[in-house]
């Protein structure tokens, strides 16, 4: 835990732990949405932002 962020985004500057984290950085300079909804064609950037998403779907609540 060295706080360490030796993956750099080319576009912003901005430092990451990882590559993965970074890659999923990148989608907010792309636009890219590759994970979608199947219930409503929602488009997000991140699984974890279609997981978060599923919920009013199953009326399922993250707390």
Request: some cysteine; overall charge positive.
């Amino acid at each position: 835990h060295t706080g360490e962020k030796p993956f750099k985004c080319s576009q912003c500057g901005r430092g990451f732990v990882s590559a993965g984290v970074l890659k999923a950085h990148i989608r907010t300079h792309t636009g890219l949405k590759a994970f979608k909804c199947v219930v409503c064609n929602g488009a997000f950037t991140t699984g974890g932002s279609l997981r978060r998403h599923m919920g009013i779907h199953n009326d399922l609540r993250p707390y």
